[in-house]
C-alpha cells in the first residue's frame, strides 16, 4: 500500500529565508507525487507533480521540489519566502492501481511566514 | 469556466437529519470524487465515480451515499447525519489520466450537533 508523510505539522520561517517542507512515500511501484497548497478557507490547488519525466520539478509562485527514489523523499522547496507562501501544504501520491488512482494525502504541514 | 462548485458553503446539522451535498463541474471530467478533512489527517476519500452511472466507495465510506446521473454533477448524500460526520468536505474532479491535476471545489463546512 502506497502512504505520505509528511515530517513536521508546523514550520515557521521568517520572509526571504528558504523554505523546506518535507515529504517521504512508501510505494512498491513507481509513484506520482503531487504538492497541494490550502490557503485559509479554500479548496486545494496544485502547486507541481511529479509524473516520472524530471526529477527537478518546477510549480507555480517559485515553488520546486526533487523526487529521490533512493531516499524515498519528494521535499519542496522555495529559496526565499513570502508572507503569501503563509498556507498549508499537502504531499500527495497518486494509487494509481486502486480506486480510479486515488490520491493519498500526507497530515499536512502549516507554514507560518515571519515579518 | 467556474471550475468545481459546491454548495452549501457551510451547513448546521442536528443528529439525525439528513442533507445532500451539492457538486458540479464543468470541464467535462470523467473522475470526480468526494474527500473529507479532519485536522491532522490530511484528506480521506469517501466516494470516487469515474464516469456517468459508475461510482465506488473510497476508504471512509460509511454513513454516505453517492450518485452520478450526469458527468457534471456528483452529489454527497449524508442519510442520517452524525456527530462523527462534523468536517470539512471537498469535491474534485479530474480527467481520465491518473497524473492528470485534480481540481478542488471550495468546500463545505459541516458541523452535526
Known amino acids: 500500500a502506497q502512504s505520505v508523510t509528511q515530517l513536521g505539522s508546523h514550520v515557521s520561517v521568517s520572509e526571504g529565508a528558504l523554505v523546506l517542507l518535507r515529504c517521504n512515500y512508501s510505494?512498491?511501484?513507481?509513484?506520482?507525487l503531487f504538492w497541494y497548497v490550502q490557503y485559509p478557507n479554500q479548496g486545494l490547488q496544485l502547486l507541481l507533480k511529479y509524473t516520472s519525466a524530471a526529477t527537478l520539478v518546477k510549480g507555480i509562485n517559485g515553488f520546486e521540489a526533487e523526487f529521490k527514489k533512493s531516499e524515498t523523499s519528494f521535499h519542496l522547496t522555495k529559496p526565499s519566502a513570502h508572507m503569501s507562501d503563509a498556507a498549508e501544504y499537502f504531499c500527495a501520491v497518486s494509487d494509481f492501481y486502486n480506486q480510479g488512482g486515488k490520491l493519498i494525502f500526507g497530515q499536512g504541514t502549516e507554514l507560518s511566514v515571519k515579518p | 469556466n467556474a471550475g468545481v462548485t459546491q454548495t452549501p458553503k457551510f451547513q448546521v446539522l442536528k443528529t439525525g437529519q439528513s442533507m445532500t451535498l451539492q457538486c458540479a463541474q464543468d470541464m467535462n471530467h470523467e473522475y470526480m470524487s468526494w474527500y473529507r478533512q479532519d485536522p491532522g489527517m490530511g484528506l480521506r476519500l469517501i466516494h470516487y465515480?469515474?464516469?456517468?452511472?459508475?461510482?465506488d466507495q473510497g476508504e471512509v465510506p460509511n454513513g454516505y451515499n453517492v450518485s452520478r446521473s450526469t458527468t457534471e454533477d456528483f452529489p454527497l448524500r449524508l442519510l442520517s447525519a452524525a456527530p462523527s460526520q462534523t468536517s470539512v468536505y471537498f469535491c474534485?474532479?479530474?480527467?481520465?489520466?491518473?497524473?492528470?491535476?485534480?481540481?478542488f471545489g471550495p468546500g463545505t463546512r459541516l458541523t452535526v450537533l
Open positions: 510505494s512498491s511501484v513507481p509513484p506520482y
Open positions: 474534485a474532479s479530474r480527467g481520465q489520466g491518473v497524473t492528470d491535476t485534480q481540481y
Open positions: 465515480s469515474v464516469g456517468a452511472g459508475i461510482t
